[in-house]
């Protein structure tokens, strides 16, 4: 089992900035990926960024080139840097953790609890 804890989210203003933080705890494996996805009213919940264990990083294009996504492997915590924010930004922002113990398993994948952003002058 995997819990996982995130912090940052608030109130910002367009153009402001905010750091968003997600510390997974438990059994963790080494082969793994982790991530943020956010969800707005009445929208699906999508993809922000993502990071495998190795370092390969990929965006949703609404955010390439403001956000950026990091991750410290050996405190087991993934950062998302968000720089240029705007309202279309607002979201629940929740972490997202997926591992497998062997290249042969199947993924396991976990869920933070979410974090509410909200850009707005």
């Known amino acids: 089992q995997v819990q996982l804890v995130e912090s940052g989210g608030g109130l910002v203003q367009p153009g402001g900035s905010l750091r968003l933080s997600c510390a997974a705890s438990?059994?963790?494996?080494?082969?793994?990926?982790m991530g943020w996805y956010r969800q707005a009213p009445g929208k699906e919940r999508e993809l922000v960024a993502a990071?495998?264990?190795?370092?390969?990083?990929n965006y949703a294009d609404s955010v390439k080139g403001r956000f950026t996504i990091s991750r410290d492997n050996a405190k087991n915590t993934v950062y998302l840097q968000m720089n240029n924010l705007k309202p279309e930004d607002t979201a629940v922002y929740y972490c997202?953790?997926?591992?497998?113990?062997?290249?042969?398993?199947?993924?396991?994948?976990?869920w933070g609890q979410g974090t509410q952003v909200t850009v707005s002058s």
């Open positions: 997202h953790h997926k591992q497998r113990r062997y290249y042969y398993s199947k993924w396991n994948d976990y």
């Open positions: 438990g059994s963790i494996f080494s082969g793994n990926a």
């Open positions: 990071v495998t264990s190795d370092g390969s990083a």
